[in-house]
Each structure stands twice: as structure tokens, then as C-alpha cells.
């Protein structure tokens, strides 16, 4: 797809400069974690569940951002929580439209101590005519090394917490105009002049492998899919992995959401190089995984991701495998046309490639299995998130003192790739 750059904003607006350290921001948090910040400020406990759920209300459904607008907590109330409390949400320090609808927020979020300065990450936004989808990341970088990934190339990495993982939504949802009473914006809208399209499905997909950071991603799921608050269906969020095979049934008992796996490759000696976590884990320990993956079903089938990496996978032969492979696993499959980036030694398949490709499968009875490059001139496509890694890692630099730098380096260098704690 050739397509231009519709839009590019910077809304970098510099924080005023105060000696006063920043409230912490109540919007994010469990119910669990807002209970424990009203217990922090002397609420009785008797009062918890009454308050948590007034705050949820405001905070998930009507999306506020000021105490003030919570009209049914005592004004007493409303001044205690805006003593210590704030309802900031990350900052967006730039939005980039692209001619198809696609947005891409560089997110920096809240600084976690006196000495961060705010990890920033993006996150992407694709409308399409039956779906809003949000590409949310649950890291910051990623400690696997898949030798296609831009990601893989970053060298800061840090979970996100389940706070900020749920901040992308809320900044979505704020970005569209989607809570009650906001407008939406006019600029950037699909050409079939439909309005802005909601949120409707979450793919996790940006940066990070989400069952590397299990505890944040499924809580923050919980609050995703909170029926009296952001209201998302478990059915229309998709936990992508690279094949943590230990985690993933456990992801299914915990969060009940879509599967998806990175698969890449139909043998272990080549997904070894495409995807070294698979020397850990191996094809035939994946698959059983898969098998065995709680709710899956013809209804409810597994994706599988296959990147089109030119003369490395993608012969008609390895199509037929990919077929053989996923042989009793009720599976969909999404071929991905490689995004490339600066320096990467692969090439997208050429399209002739992956049509033959593509064919093989659809008449294994796969349908419509390639996956169409959206925001490509925006660098939004998978692999190609945090295109500012270089000024990402200067500033890492300034911010971190050099104990904290080798811990940081040393976590993404880990030869035995363990989660983060
Ligand atoms: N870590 C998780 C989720 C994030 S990556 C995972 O690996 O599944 C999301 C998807 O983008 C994965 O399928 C990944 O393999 C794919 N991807 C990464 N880099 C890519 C690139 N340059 N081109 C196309 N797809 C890419
Ligand atoms: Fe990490 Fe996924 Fe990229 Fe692999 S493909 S390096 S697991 S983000």
C-alpha cells in the first residue's frame, strides 16, 4: 500500500515545573489497588466497597478527570481523594494519523520514582468497518531477541504495570472522544466517512511479551473486561505470545481471552533462529499447549501468526506443513507481510510468494489468512513500534545511574531470557 503521512502532531506540551512531586494517579487501578489507596488515606474499611465502586464508576465509565465531576461522593470526600489523589492520565507526547485511519500515540507515562523520567511506548489505533482494534503493549522493549523484530533490538525493557497497561485504553477512549460527554475528533477519520469508530476489540501486540509479565497483564484484563466499567468482551481481546509455553494455560484459566502465537516457522531448527525462545520451548511442547488451551473451540479458535520472511519460510512446502501442523487445533491463521526496519537483514516475501502461500492454506479451509499492512506510513505495524528507540535509549542513559542501567541492560541480556520480576 503506497499512502502518506495524513498527520503528525507533536502535543509535547513541557510539564510546568513544580517542587511539588505529582499526586499518584488513581486511574489504572484495580479494585484491590483502589482499596488500598482509600485505606492509605484513613477511609474506614466498612466504606471500601461503597467508594471503590463509586470511583470505578467515574473513573471507567464516565472516564473523568477531575473529583469535582464525581457528583454522587460527599464534597469531604472529594477534597480528601484530590488532596492526595490525582485522575492524570499518561501523557501523549505525539499522534501521527495515517491516511487510513490508523493512529499511533507515543505514550510517556507517569515517572515510577524521583529518578524516572517517564518510559514512553506506543500504541496503536486501527479502525476497521465492523471494529475499532487497540494494539497495547505490556512492556517496555522485550527481553526475547526474535531476529525479525525491532522490538527484540531495544535494550531498555521494564513491565508495564497493570496500571499502565490499562492507561492505553483510557488514553484511547480519551484520544477518540469516546467517553460520555467528549467529542470526537473531525481530522484522520476512515475514507468511507463513517464517524470515529469506539474501541471494540484489544490485541496485545505492541511491545513486550504479555506472558512475561502474567500477574499486570491478566489483572489488567479484569479491568478491561469489567462489565461496570470499560466493558470490553473477553472474546475481543487477544493475548499474543512467542510461545511461553508454561503461561498459557494458565491464561486461559485466569483471563479467558483469545489466544494467538507467534509461530514463524513449521521446525524448531528454523523458529530456533526466527524465534530463539523456541529452544526452550519447542514446537511439539507449543502445539500440546495449544491442544490443550481452556475455551478453545471451533467458535473460539487460536490464531497463529506467521511473518512472510523472504526465501526463509515461505515455500509452498512449508505451507503444507503449517497445514499438517496445526491438524486438529482449532486454528486461524494470519500471514503477516514483514514490516521492515532500518538495518534488519530480512525482506518481505514478494506478494506472487505469498499468494501461493496463502492459497495452500485457504484450501486447507483457512479463510482470508493475510493479515493487510495498516499505517504503514506511519510506522505502526508490528515490529515497528517505539521508532524512537535511539532517543529512548539517551535518555534512559541520563535518567539511570549506572547500577540501574547494568540491572536494566543485564535483565535484557539474560541468557536464560527469564521473565522480569
Ligand atoms: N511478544 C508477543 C507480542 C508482541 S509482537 C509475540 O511475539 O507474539 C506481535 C506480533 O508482531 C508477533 O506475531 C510478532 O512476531 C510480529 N512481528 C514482530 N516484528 C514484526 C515485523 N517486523 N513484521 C511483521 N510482524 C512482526
Ligand atoms: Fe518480543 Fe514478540 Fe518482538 Fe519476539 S516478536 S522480540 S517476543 S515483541
Known amino acids: 500500500m503506497t499512502s502518506t503521512l495524513l498527520a503528525e502532531t507533536s502535543v509535547d506540551a513541557a510539564p510546568a515545573i513544580s517542587s511539588e512531586p505529582a499526586k499518584p494517579s488513581l486511574v489504572g487501578l484495580t479494585r484491590a489497588q483502589l482499596a488500598e489507596a482509600l ?3 484513613g477511609v474506614p474499611a466498612r466504606e471500601h466497597r461503597m467508594r471503590v465502586g463509586q470511583l470505578w464508576h467515574w473513573i471507567y465509565f464516565h472516564g473523568v478527570s477531575s473529583f469535582d465531576a464525581m457528583l454522587n461522593v460527599s464534597k469531604t470526600m472529594r477534597a480528601q481523594l484530590a488532596e492526595h489523589y490525582s485522575l492524570t492520565r499518561p501523557q501523549v507526547v505525539a499522534e501521527q494519523i495515517s491516511v487510513d485511519g490508523t493512529r499511533k500515540w507515543l505514550i510517556r507515562m507517569n515517572p515510577v520514582d524521583a529518578r524516572d523520567k517517564g518510559a514512553e511506548i506506543e500504541c496503536v489505533y486501527i479502525p476497521e468497518s465492523d471494529r475499532g482494534t487497540l494494539c497495547v503493549s505490556s512492556q517496555v522493549g522485550c527481553t526475547l531477541t ?8 531495544q535494550r531498555l525493557v521494564r513491565n508495564l504495570t497493570t496500571q499502565e497497561i490499562v492507561q492505553q485504553l483510557v488514553v484511547a477512549r480519551d484520544m477518540l472522544g469516546d467517553f460520555p460527554g467528549q467529542t470526537p475528533p473531525t481530522d484522520g ?13 484489544i490485541v496485545f501486540m505492541g511491545m513486550g511479551e504479555p506472558l512475561y509479565n502474567f500477574d499486570q497483564v491478566t489483572d489488567a484484563i479484569g479491568v478491561l473486561t469489567d462489565g461496570e466499567g470499560l466493558s470490553l468482551s473477553k472474546r ?27 509461530l514463524h516457522a513449521t521446525n524448531d531448527e528454523l523458529r530456533n533462529t526466527l524465534v530463539p525462545l523456541n529452544k526452550k520451548y519447542p514446537i511439539r511442547d507449543l502445539m500440546a499447549a495449544c491442544r490443550a488451551y481452556p475455551g478453545a473451540s471451533n467458535a473460539r479458535r487460536i490464531t497463529f501468526e506467521y511473518v512472510m520472511l523472504k526465501g526463509v519460510n515461505d515455500s509452498p512446502a512449508e505451507a503444507r506443513e503449517l497445514v499438517r501442523l496445526l491438524k486438529g487445533v482449532p486454528a486461524k491463521i494470519n500471514l503477516i507481510p514483514f514490516n521492515p526496519w532500518p538495518g534488519t537483514a530480512y525482506e518481505c516475501s514478494d506478494w506472487e510468494t505469498i499468494e501461493r502461500f ?4 485457504f484450501n486447507a479451509g483457512y479463510a482470508s489468512p493475510v493479515r493487510t499492512p495498516r499505517g504503514r506510513d506511519i510506522l505502526a505495524a508490528c515490529g515497528q513500534l517505539k521508532s524512537e528507540t535511539e532517543k529512548l535509549r539517551a535518555r534512559a542513559r541520563l535518567a539511570l545511574d549506572d547500577e540501574d542501567e547494568q540491572a536494566a541492560l543485564s535483565a535484557t541480556e539474560a541468557p536464560s531470557q527469564q521473565p522480569l520480576s
Not at 477519520?189 to 476489540?201: K, Q, T
Open 39 to 41: 485505606a492509605a488515606i
Open 189 to 201: 477519520l476512515i475514507p468511507s466517512g463513517e464517524g470515529v469508530r469506539a474501541v471494540s476489540n
Open 236 to 262: 475481543r481481546i487477544t493475548v499474543s505470545t512467542s510461545g511461553v509455553v508454561p503461561q498459557i494455560g494458565p491464561l486461559g484459566d485466569a483471563s479467558g481471552t483469545m489466544l494467538a502465537i507467534s
Open 146 to 153: 526474535c531476529t525479525f523484530c525491532h522490538t527484540g533490538t
Open 358 to 361: 496463502s492459497d495452500i492454506v
